[in-house]
């Protein structure tokens, strides 16, 4: 079955409880918030949702409690950080089993200035080890966080290897140069935006969409950007603000800051949580756009 173009999924960011434990059912009520403003899917367990902080239990109860949410098939996509091989698999294959649209799976990062070699023959054992289940796998790359740049020639090896598993790839290099080259060679992919600040350019050059932390808050803005292609210097600024902070709490203190629920800004050593001043400054911006669209 052919997909339709992949849009906006939100980076999910993840709810703990005050024992520090998952929680599920914000989770769940949060996405059915992310989608009913404009995002196509949810992506669990990537940077933004702290998914390296997530043991295989956690994930377990998470994906069912989406699951039986009716918030599964194409709706969803799940994220693997794990470095062995096999452990990729076995979580990859848990998400492609409940009928998840794909799987974004990052190269292993405990090992440093490995070969292109090296990174291929692990994606290659990944997907051998799924066989014909293997499929909408959307390669991570993210070199700031696994310090492992995905070569755009790794990546045309593997399409051609595993061409009917390879769907795309979610660029979060904030690499210009490296995104054109991929848009260029790869306009068969589903190219997808990390950086907000890239994806209107990005989307004048054949992006299919992001998979983004800022979709947690500003669904329906980035969902328009998306859909003309029009820069948005205002949300360059957020992202820019953002920036400033440690990236993953400072998404969840926009969250806290949007929902009322001061819940949103726990999160799970070694991270900490975004100091109060910032909260301020950044919930400040964040009221900045909801004004501007109510006007």
Same mark, same amino acid.
């Given at each position: 079955m052919t997909q339709s173009p992949f849009g906006l999924s939100a980076a999910l960011t993840t709810p703990?409880?005050?024992?520090?434990?998952?929680?599920?059912? #914000?989770? #769940?009520?949060?996405?059915?918030?992310?989608?009913?403003?404009?995002?196509?899917? #949810?992506?669990?367990?990537?940077?933004?949702?702290?998914?390296?902080?997530?043991?295989?239990? &956690?994930?377990s109860?998470? !994906?069912s409690a989406f699951a039986a949410a009716g918030l599964g098939g194409d709706r969803l996509v799940a994220c693997v950080m794990a470095n062995a091989?096999?452990?990729?698999?076995?979580?990859?294959? &848990?998400?492609?089993? /409940?009928?998840?649209?794909?799987? /974004?799976?990052?190269?292993?990062?405990?090992?440093?200035?490995?070969?292109? &070699?090296?990174?291929?023959?692990?994606f290659r054992e990944v997907l051998q080890t799924l066989g014909e289940a293997a499929r909408g796998i959307i390669l991570y790359n993210i070199p700031s966080v696994t310090a492992v740049e995905l070569p755009v020639s790794l990546v045309a090896a593997l399409r051609a290897e595993f061409p009917q598993a390879i769907?795309?790839?979610?660029?979060?290099?904030?690499?210009?140069?490296?995104?054109?080259? !991929?848009?260029?060679?790869?306009?068969? /992919?589903?190219?997808?935006?990390?950086?907000?600040?890239s994806l209107a350019a990005g989307v004048r050059l054949g992006a299919?969409?992001?998979?983004?932390?800022?979709?947690?808050?500003l669904a329906g803005r980035l969902s328009a950007l998306i859909r003309d292609g029009r820069d948005d210097p205002a949300l360059?600024? !957020?992202v820019e603000a953002v920036l400033r902070h440690p990236v993953t709490p400072a998404v969840k203190a926009l969250v806290a800051h949007r929902t009322?629920? &001061?819940?949103?800004?726990?999160?799970?050593?070694?991270? #900490?949580?975004?100091?109060?001043?910032?909260?301020?400054?950044?919930?400040?911006? /964040?009221?900045?756009f909801r004004e501007a669209a109510a006007a």
């Amino acid at each position: 079955m052919t997909q339709s173009p992949f849009g906006l999924s939100a980076a999910l960011t993840t709810p703990f409880d005050t024992a520090g434990r998952c929680d599920a059912a #914000v989770a #769940v009520r949060h996405a059915r918030r992310c989608l009913d403003e404009g995002c196509a899917s #949810v992506t669990l367990f990537g940077t933004t949702g702290e998914g390296s902080s997530i043991d295989q239990a &956690e994930r377990s109860r998470m !994906l069912s409690a989406f699951a039986a949410a009716g918030l599964g098939g194409d709706r969803l996509v799940a994220c693997v950080m794990a470095n062995a091989s096999g452990d990729a698999a076995a979580q990859a294959a &848990e998400i492609l089993n /409940l009928g998840a649209r794909g799987v /974004l799976l990052a190269p292993p990062s405990y090992f440093k200035n490995v070969s292109e &070699e090296g990174v291929g023959r692990w994606f290659r054992e990944v997907l051998q080890t799924l066989g014909e289940a293997a499929r909408g796998i959307i390669l991570y790359n993210i070199p700031s966080v696994t310090a492992v740049e995905l070569p755009v020639s790794l990546v045309a090896a593997l399409r051609a290897e595993f061409p009917q598993a390879i769907a795309g790839v979610k660029d979060s290099s904030g690499n210009w140069s490296y995104t054109e080259r !991929l848009l260029a060679e790869h306009r068969d /992919l589903a190219i997808l935006i990390g950086d907000e600040r890239s994806l209107a350019a990005g989307v004048r050059l054949g992006a299919q969409g992001a998979i983004s932390g800022l979709a947690n808050v500003l669904a329906g803005r980035l969902s328009a950007l998306i859909r003309d292609g029009r820069d948005d210097p205002a949300l360059n600024e !957020l992202v820019e603000a953002v920036l400033r902070h440690p990236v993953t709490p400072a998404v969840k203190a926009l969250v806290a800051h949007r929902t009322g629920e &001061e819940g949103w800004t726990r999160v799970r050593a070694p991270l #900490v949580s975004t100091p109060a001043d910032g909260r301020a400054t950044l919930g400040r911006l /964040l009221d900045g756009f909801r004004e501007a669209a109510a006007a």
